[in-house]
């Protein structure tokens, strides 16, 4: 069984930054890893898998001067990033073979960054919690009013 919550925040400027900063982080995550198996195509590589993508996009681009940056964001916005590229692979291949009923589905695209539709998700291993005084915790964010 899977939940669901959706909460309206309020957040504070230092609280929006976070947030942005989290939002762009995944972005860049996803489209790193959709760059990495495109390239990979293209060249004639074998398919990459989950776990070599997530070393390679998330472990390895920490340890670089480039991306050091991603380390300020929860690690779990990050992988849920290239979970959701891995959904859109599957869905796109099952829809190939005819495994997948319903229209065609399209090849995952790159995440623009002028694109107000932003998401991210934190799974129950992030510890989000909702506060006894009405505050959404979570982590690396802080206490949201909700």
């Known amino acids: 069984m899977q939940l669901r919550y959706n909460y309206r925040l309020y957040p504070t400027p230092g609280q929006r930054h ?68 891995n959904t859109a692979y599957r869905n796109f291949f099952a829809s190939l073979t005819g495994k997948r009923k319903g229209a065609k589905v399209a090849p995952p695209r790159f995440r623009s960054r002028k694109d107000n539709r932003q998401a991210i998700r934190f799974t129950r291993n992030a510890r989000f919690s909702v506060t006894p005084g009405g505050k959404l915790r979570l982590p690396k964010i802080g206490d949201v009013p909700v």
């Open 18 to 85: 976070a947030l942005a900063r989290a939002f762009g982080c995944a972005r860049v995550v996803f489209n790193d890893g959709l760059r990495a198996r495109h390239d990979a195509r293209e060249n004639r590589q074998p398919y990459i898998s989950d776990g070599e993508l997530s070393k390679r996009v998330i472990t390895q681009a920490k340890n670089t001067p480039e991306r050091s940056w991603l380390k300020e964001v929860s690690a779990v916005v990050l992988q849920q990033a290239l979970a959701d590229l």
